[in-house]
């Protein structure tokens, strides 16, 4: 697993979004999986900017969605479909054509996980999956003691995850369903390039439990460690916790160019 450490979430947007740009030139048809929330933010807005300016053509791109909420209509503004329409297909110039995702509103929730999953895999597989990471250590919806193993499937949500979720629904947790449909580990490490951001203070313990700490269900994210291409990318907040942190910054400063992340 490789940690760098920038100074700021600007940077560490600017970071993934050039590896994803460098990506896309070679791969004109990358799969490329996206998260929602506040993180990805800064990822997306760089990698807007350069679609803007011609630096990456995203003609033949195409996106992954990562979860999505169980119940809530596709058009509802808070559907993660609907989020990632608003803040990555149409920034990017990406039509709905190009976009897989699972469907939360099917009457056999179950039947649509292992439709998508195997859809991710008939489309050749995810070719680089960003991800964000809950307080807990959660990946996408992988809550605490979540199979090391597991597929696309349904979730019950923590009661901090509602919590945390809550700002995205005028701060009603009421409104927050307890349901999602989720990419698993399992799926989510057969993704040929993992990379993971976190950004601020309050992710430090979950990200030095996930980098340094055992490889244990308690703490999904650590799964990563078993990856043979992961990337955790964290600013210096969120690194606060990190033991190897000098390691890791010496690390990176020597890497040769060309490698990227």
Known sequence: MEVVIVPDAKAGG??????MAQLLRRKPDALLGVATGSTPLPVYEALAARVRSGAVDTAR?????LDEYVGLPADHPESY?????????????????AFLGPDGTAEDVQAACEEYDRALGEAGGVDLQLLGI???????FNEPCS??????RIKTLTEQTRVDNARFFDGDIEQVPHHV????????????HVVLLATGEGKADAVAASVEGPVA??????????????????DEAAAGKLKLADYFRHTYAHKPDWQGI
């Open 14 to 19: 600017e970071l993934i979004a050039e590896a």
């Open 61 to 65: 791109a195409r996106i992954a969605q």
């Open 81 to 97: 479909r609907s989020v990632l329409r608003r803040e990555v297909l149409e920034p990017l110039g990406i039509g709905m054509d």
């Open 134 to 140: 809950g307080t807990d250590g959660h990946i996408g």
């Open 147 to 152: 199979s090391l193993a597991s597929r696309t």
């Open 181 to 192: 449909i989720t990419q698993g580990i399992g799926t989510i490490l057969e993704a040929r």
């Open 217 to 234: 269900a308690l703490c999904p994210a650590s799964a990563l460690q078993l990856h043979p291409h992961a990337t955790v990318v964290v």
